[in-house]
């Protein structure tokens, strides 16, 4: 049973745009989400994070936003460059369950210039 | 400060066979973790290291698998023997101890491929 999908296998955005990236989640325990970012033969590094009081933050180009009723979750990342092109996971964390992570299968960007 | 470090990068064996990843986390951190990704799809816990202690295992997916982290340093995971399903990548990660959501940092993986 995977608890935290991410729908969309691949991302193709043109430099300059928005790149926006989701996640969905069915667990309701779940309270702090982070976003992982994935180049070949790397392991993910954190991106940024959210914590289930907040519904939204920043970092530079990047924003997630979170919709707890809808158990979703974005990424949006403006303007998109062509280093931005990797593997996104979505992850997310329990209370309790320190950093015992469930992740999602991730979403290729592709970021064209 | 040097990162989590996986050694070997990759790893072919046979099915039967035995196979012995290594994870050394950054200095210092208390907590170190497996995971593991298998053909493209989502990054699995396997277990939970504070220490020497196994804190946390139940994403260990059967007796095959023994991890190891004597002395609370560097952690091994061995596979014994090795089956088909279980090639993928392994991810180590360490973290600060802490009450929770102390970032992790990665490794960069070991391949493993067992045919």
């Known amino acids: 049973d995977q608890q935290v999908k991410q729908n969309s296998p691949s991302l193709s955005v043109q430099e300059g745009r928005i790149s926006i990236l989701n996640c969905d989640y069915t667990?309701?325990?779940?309270?702090?989400f982070l976003w992982y970012k994935k180049y070949p033969a790397e392991g993910p590094t954190f991106l940024i994070s959210?914590?289930?009081i907040k519904d939204k933050n920043e970092d530079g180009r990047f924003t997630v936003f979170l919709n707890k009723s809808a158990k979703h979750l974005s990424l949006h990342i403006v303007p998109s460059q062509p280093g931005d092109s990797a593997v996104y996971f979505c992850?997310?964390?329990?209370w309790g369950n320190g950093n015992k992570l469930v992740f999602g299968a991730g979403t290729i960007l592709r970021v064209k210039s | 400060e040097a990162g989590v470090t996986q050694f070997p990068s990759h790893s072919v064996i046979e099915k039967g066979q035995t196979v012995t990843l290594r994870c050394d986390p950054i200095?210092?951190?208390?907590?170190l973790y497996w995971y593991r990704r298998v053909m493209g799809k989502e990054i699995k816990f396997l277990l939970h290291?504070?220490?020497?202690?196994?804190?946390?295992e139940s994403g260990m997916p059967n007796n095959r698998f023994l991890a190891e982290r004597t002395g609370g340093t560097y952690s091994t995971l061995k596979v014994q023997p090795a089956e088909l399903e279980d090639s993928g990548v392994y991810f180590c990660a360490s973290s600060r101890a802490g009450t929770g959501n102390e970032k992790l940092f990665f490794g960069s993986g070991t391949q493993l491929s067992v045919l």
């Open positions: 200095s210092g951190h208390d907590n």
């Open positions: 959210i914590s289930s």
């Open positions: 290291f504070v220490k020497e202690s196994k804190q946390d």
């Open positions: 992850a997310a964390s329990a």
């Open positions: 667990n309701s325990m779940f309270d702090y």
